[in-house]
């Protein structure tokens, strides 16, 4: 049948399963909206606040469903103003395909109004990106945009389409999408078989598992292949809820802000396994005293990241799940009851600790982990309060923390907090922010609260920017550049101004009765919790520093 090619956009969405879309209309892309209008029973529309907001929130989609977030915006500034959405999910490996409209191919390249090469600018960001000029072109490029979200390791995908193509017409077939395959041609026996040598002869081996076992949903094979390499596990912030956080080998997250337990472990191991990790510069601190004694075993989907940043003595390419699923295979049972003796000793030894006698932003996380009994998606923006919702909340399931690891974009939890919740109705869903970070996004409150999506906005409000101000404490001789943001606002007020209940919280006592309500109201609600300006994320790794040179606040 003949279709426009906004309908055809539609019907390719609908192939897909695409049932929720996050956007905001303009000129070039108004035929797509009035389309998505006619079929707003089959595809919901959440009008963000900002297209920045959109993209967040396509992106929180993706990681709490898995499946594949969608956001849409029309040319020049609609078009720019997803850039950050998407180099955020570019950095952690995200599916997410970015709809958008330019001008009509006449005047295409001649400075149109609201006319930007989008295509370029997000060459950099995108696992690819397309310019469709021709509406036959169209449902292909749609198809395969995601399949390439998906494959390997995923990715954002951008669609760029002339506003013309959105009006011509084109024959049209529906087409249901293949199954994603997974990448397993490039495992080989030979890989395996001297992985499998290479726990066998080890002693002390450890596990650092990364967001790879969650974006390949490896979580069952994951605790099948530790109960057989029976060794302690360690994760990046990516990583968490792959492995369950409440599981006694586990040692909390590695790094810059790990635990003792994990980077002195780490440092001790002699055979570190890597799986779905990338060796971040903030987990390895400087990589020339990074794991000296272990021999390193690598295990991940994309080839480019095999002695990137660390150099290993054996590898495995290919689906994560598809690995460890042969792993357990051919491994024989191991037993590390020594070593895993001496890693339980340096958790008691090393626990961690703040100060209980007035309000902070761990007691703040343990008391929402209390009250959610472990069962919610945290969201979060970047900063002391990301460090503290990774150390404080005990993740025991993937997709359960969404927070941007690779990018580390301030303003990203709000807009991922709605998109999580589209995605995961039957979730509590909790965002996580500083002063620092609301300010960024706190428009999307409004669309919270224009769509009633009820999600819980926890303000740690210190009054700076925090991390930035610990580093300037620590390093810079405490002058505060440019961090203190005392002004006298008021978030509650403003939260109330957007339509949103609000409760400010300033002292200990007066956070659970208020956490509950909001959770039992099951509407929009914001909770500004007043901390010290000065409380920092311990424990800390120095910037060049080796990760076995972590220091806490007694160590200062």
């Known amino acids: 049948m003949k279709l426009t090619g906004s309908q055809i956009i539609i019907e390719c969405l609908k192939e897909q399963g695409v049932d929720t879309v996050f956007g905001y209309?303009?000129?070039?892309?108004?035929?797509?909206?009035?389309?998505?209008?006619?079929h707003q029973d089959e595809i919901t529309h959440i009008l963000t606040s900002h297209e920045q907001g959109a993209s967040h929130a396509a992106d929180g989609y993706a990681r709490a469903t898995g499946k594949v977030g969608v956001c849409m915006a029309t040319s020049g500034p609609g078009a720019t103003n997803l850039v950050t959405g998407i180099a955020t999910a570019y950095l952690d490996s995200i599916p997410v395909v970015a709809i958008t409209?330019?001008?009509?191919?006449?005047?295409?390249?001649?400075?149109?109004?609201?006319?930007?090469?989008?295509?370029?600018?997000?060459?950099?960001?995108?696992?690819?990106?397309?310019?469709?000029?021709?509406?036959?072109?169209?449902?292909?490029?749609?198809?395969?945009?995601?399949?390439?979200?998906?494959?390997?390791?995923?990715?954002?995908?951008?669609?760029?389409?002339?506003?013309?193509?959105?009006?011509?017409?084109?024959?049209?077939?529906?087409?249901?999408?293949?199954?994603?395959?997974?990448?397993?041609?490039?495992?080989?026996?030979?890989?395996?078989?001297?992985?499998?040598?290479?726990?066998?002869?080890?002693?002390?081996?450890?596990?650092?598992?990364?967001?790879?076992?969650?974006?390949?949903?490896?979580?069952?094979?994951?605790?099948?292949?530790?109960?057989?390499?029976?060794?302690?596990?360690?994760?990046?912030?990516?990583?968490?809820?792959?492995?369950?956080?409440?599981?006694?080998?586990?040692?909390?997250?590695?790094?810059?802000?790990?635990?003792?337990?994990?980077?002195?472990?780490v440092t001790e191991c002699d055979l570190l396994i890597a799986i779905g990790a990338r060796f971040s510069d903030r987990v390895t601190g400087n990589t020339k005293k990074f794991a000296n004694n272990a021999k390193i075993l690598q295990f991940d989907v994309d080839p480019a990241e095999i002695d990137k940043n660390i150099k290993t003595d054996a590898s495995v390419i290919g689906d994560v799940r598809e690995i460890l699923k042969r792993m357990n295979e051919k491994l024989m049972q191991q037993e590390h009851k020594e070593w895993l003796s001496h890693v339980e000793s340096l958790k008691e030894k090393f626990p961690m600790t703040y100060h209980t006698d007035v309000l902070t932003g761990p007691y703040v996380m343990e008391k929402i982990y209390e009250v959610t009994e472990g069962k919610a998606i945290i969201t979060t923006d970047v900063g002391q309060h990301q460090m503290w919702a990774a150390q404080y909340y005990k993740y025991s399931e993937p997709r359960t923390l969404l927070t941007s690891g690779g990018l580390?974009?301030?303003?990203?939890?709000?807009?991922?907090?709605?998109?999580?919740?589209?995605?995961?109705?039957?979730?509590?869903?909790?965002?996580?922010?500083?002063?620092?970070?609301?300010?960024?996004?706190?428009?999307?409150?409004?669309?919270a609260t224009r769509h009633n999506i009820p999600i819980i906005q926890v303000v740690l409000n210190n009054h700076v920017l925090g991390m930035v101000r610990q580093w300037q404490t620590l390093f810079y001789g405490q002058r505060y550049s440019a961090t203190v943001l005392d002004d006298g606002v008021d978030f509650?007020?403003?939260?109330?101004?957007?339509?949103?209940?609000?409760?400010?919280?300033?002292?200990?006592?007066?956070?659970?009765?208020?956490?509950?309500?909001?959770?039992?109201?099951?509407?929009?609600?914001?909770?500004?919790?007043?901390?010290?300006?000065d409380d920092k994320v311990f424990p800390m790794v120095a910037p060049g520093a080796a990760i076995s040179e972590a220091f806490s606040e007694e160590d200062l």
Request: proline fraction near 5%; include cysteine; charged fraction near 25%.
């Open 101 to 265: 409209a330019n001008v009509a191919v006449p005047i295409l390249g001649k400075d149109s109004f609201q006319e930007i090469d989008i295509a370029g600018v997000t060459m950099p960001i995108t696992k690819h990106n397309y310019i469709v000029k021709d509406v036959e072109k169209l449902a292909d490029t749609i198809r395969e945009a995601f399949r390439i979200a998906q494959t390997g390791r995923p990715g954002p995908v951008l669609i760029d389409i002339t506003k013309d193509v959105t009006a011509n017409t084109a024959e049209y077939e529906k087409i249901t999408p293949a199954p994603i395959e997974r990448k397993v041609s490039t495992i080989k026996d030979a890989d395996i078989d001297r992985a499998v040598e290479l726990i066998q002869e080890a002693k002390k081996p450890f596990l650092y598992v990364g967001g790879g076992a969650i974006l390949s949903n490896a979580s069952e094979e994951l605790r099948k292949f530790v109960d057989k390499v029976d060794a302690p596990v360690c994760d990046s912030l990516m990583g968490k809820g792959a492995f369950d956080g409440t599981d006694p080998r586990y040692t909390g997250m590695i790094g810059m802000h790990g635990t003792k337990a994990s980077n002195f472990g």
């Open 492 to 533: 509650a007020k403003i939260a109330e101004g957007m339509g949103a209940k609000a409760y400010t919280i300033t002292k200990k006592e007066e956070l659970e009765p208020a956490l509950r309500e909001a959770i039992s109201l099951n509407i929009p609600v914001v909770m500004d919790c007043h901390i010290g300006s």
């Open 25 to 38: 209309p303009g000129g070039c892309i108004l035929n797509v909206y009035d389309e998505l209008y006619k």
């Open 408 to 447: 580390g974009t301030m303003g990203y939890g709000i807009g991922a907090c709605i998109g999580a919740k589209m995605g995961r109705k039957d979730k509590t869903v909790i965002n996580i922010a500083g002063d620092g970070c609301f300010r960024m996004n706190m428009n999307e409150i409004m669309t």
